[in-house]
């Protein structure tokens, strides 16, 4: 990006849009600037409260002209907080929010600034659902363009698998619309790797018929039988039908959890969920695999519509928490990975941060392994990587309130990471805590990483978009970025 004079005082940006613009000093500033991680707390020159693609292309041509940095903001739930940067302009989406659902043809149409809640009230009562996260205050846009995934992507996959186009604005201030026959190398680049490249103003999916209802089956398991429920784990969850989420969680019972015996409050537990769509009087047949032969010290079933589901963690994710997280893929759970997991997992410095949710039952988890599809994703028409299997997700999360909890709960995130990190595979770069550099990029897109590096020296040759979760604006052959 050019670094002309800055000589021109940001005020006169509100001159050059249509829209509402927001200063340090006003009255809705600090609520605006306001992120879901509250460890990032940054203070943007200006807050443009953009209305559509054409206000994003003023905002960006002023600010380049006269070398504001820029950073886009949607939900503002990126754990690296790119969403906001000291001293730059913020281009927030959050007024682009309408919404159009065509039953007949399956198209959903988002605006850029939608959260995922918002979509999936829009589609209730329609039967059809957009896969895609499990908290619904995160925004469409982040989740989208890092790939998106949630508790339909054993059946239906990646969030980007159901992308038809796409509106964006480019660096120069162009406004275009990507999908596979226009603009096809920057439709693929954006679909995983989309924080680099523009700013995503509409999205059009093509929606799912959703199976039913969502029947959530959890359990809690004494810290004796953690081991066992892991090697079941191993054994059966990847083998469950595709309308079967399983989630394991590794943490320490509250001691005031008075719906578990007392004996077992204050100690270490393993939580075991399942999420199964479809008819419920087929759901206890449908995950008995992984439950029969153990008896659980608590257990609850219940029955919930789609877009019930999707808002049951967001007191547990809510705003105002900390956070830093990292993330691997694991391939095989051998006995050696499972120790690993129980003893860091026991280390864990934080504390209970008390919550509502049912799915996680009211704690904030430290350790969790979400069951994949156990075959390799094929090579898709995206950033995502392809050839990988991603048999586990597991994620390690560092959670707290206050500044002077935060050094022991990151330490431990970390080396816990480091432990993992001869049998992890990659990560997924929606749950990137620190925005990387070309080697955490090349990790990440693996053999996909040159194609989407073409594709930032075409749209972006200044890296306007130097904001995103890894930086893709490494030098190279440009050869085959022509499409």
């Given at each position: 990006m050019p670094q002309t004079s800055t000589t021109v005082p940001v005020t006169e940006l509100a001159d050059a849009v249509t829209c509402p613009v927001l200063f340090p000093g006003s009255a809705e500033y600090d609520l605006a600037r306001r992120l879901w991680n509250a460890d990032i707390d940054r203070r943007p020159a200006a807050i443009v409260r953009v209305r559509d693609a054409h206000d994003v292309s003023a905002t960006l041509r002023w600010s380049t002209a006269n070398g504001f940095p820029v950073t886009v903001r949607s939900g503002g739930h990126n754990l690296a907080g790119t969403a906001a940067m000291d001293g730059a302009v913020q281009i927030d989406t959050r007024l682009i929010d309408r919404i159009e659902v065509d039953e007949e043809s399956g198209l959903i149409s988002v605006g850029g600034g939608c959260n995922w809640g918002q979509v999936d009230?829009?589609?209730?009562?329609?039967?059809?659902?957009?896969?895609?996260?499990?908290?619904?205050?995160?925004?469409?846009?982040?989740?989208?363009?890092?790939?998106?995934?949630?508790?339909?992507?054993?059946?239906?996959?990646?969030?980007?698998?159901?992308?038809?186009?796409?509106?964006?604005?480019?660096?120069?201030?162009?406004?275009?619309?990507?999908?596979?026959d226009s603009h096809p190398d920057l439709f693929r680049a954006m679909k995983g790797a989309g924080h680099n490249y523009g700013v995503a103003t509409r999205f059009t999916f093509?929606?799912?018929k959703l199976a039913g209802l969502a029947t959530v089956r959890l359990a809690l398991f004494a810290a004796?039988?953690?081991?066992?429920?892991?090697?079941?784990?191993?054994?059966?969850?990847?083998?469950?039908?595709?309308?079967?989420?399983?989630?394991?969680?590794?943490?320490?019972?509250?001691?005031?959890?008075?719906?578990?015996?007392?004996?077992?409050?204050?100690?270490?537990?393993?939580?075991?969920?399942t999420i199964r769509y479809g008819d419920p009087a087929d759901e206890p047949a449908a995950t008995a695999a992984i439950f029969e032969g153990f008896e659980p010290i608590y257990l609850d079933v219940r029955t919930m519509p789609h877009v019930t589901l999707q808002h049951q963690t967001d007191d547990e994710f809510r705003y105002g928490l900390r956070h830093y997280w990292k993330h691997t893929f694991i391939e095989e759970l051998t006995d050696e990975v499972i120790d690993t997991l129980i003893e860091h997992a026991d280390r864990y410095p934080g504390r209970t941060l008390n919550s509502s949710a049912?799915?996680?039952?009211?704690?904030?988890?430290?350790?969790?392994?979400?069951?994949?599809?156990?075959?390799?994703?094929?090579?898709?028409?995206?950033?995502?990587?392809?050839?990988?299997?991603?048999?586990?997700?597991?994620?390690?999360?560092?959670?707290?309130?206050?500044?002077?909890?935060?050094?022991?709960?990151?330490?431990?995130?970390?080396?816990?990471?480091?432990?993992?990190?001869?049998?992890g595979a990659g990560t997924y770069i929606n749950f990137t805590s620190v925005q990387g550099d070309d080697a955490v990029a090349r990790a990440v897109y693996g053999e996909k990483y040159e194609a989407l590096a073409a594709a930032k020296r075409r749209y972006d040759p200044e890296n306007v978009f130097r904001r995103g979760l890894v930086d893709l604006s490494d030098p190279g052959d440009d050869a085959g970025a022509g499409e």
């Open positions: 009230r829009a589609c209730e009562g329609t039967g059809l659902v957009v896969p895609a996260g499990v908290v619904s205050h995160t925004g469409v846009a982040g989740l989208t363009l890092g790939g998106g995934f949630g508790y339909l992507a054993r059946v239906h996959g990646a969030t980007v698998d159901h992308l038809e186009s796409i509106e964006v604005v480019v660096a120069d201030g162009a406004i275009l619309e990507v999908n596979a093509r929606a799912q004796a039988d953690r081991r066992a429920i892991l090697q079941r784990f191993s054994e059966r969850a990847i083998g469950m039908p595709a309308e079967v989420g399983t989630y394991l969680r590794l943490y320490r019972a509250p001691e005031f959890w008075t719906q578990i015996p007392k004996e077992h409050r204050g100690e270490p537990l393993v939580s075991v969920a049912y799915i996680s039952h009211q704690v904030m988890c430290p350790f969790e392994i979400i069951a994949g599809p156990g075959t390799a994703r094929e090579q898709g028409d995206d950033a995502l990587p392809s050839g990988r299997v991603l048999n586990y997700s597991a994620n390690i999360g560092a959670d707290w309130e206050y500044p002077s909890e935060k050094a022991a709960l990151v330490a431990w995130a970390r080396e816990f990471s480091d432990a993992l990190s001869p049998v």
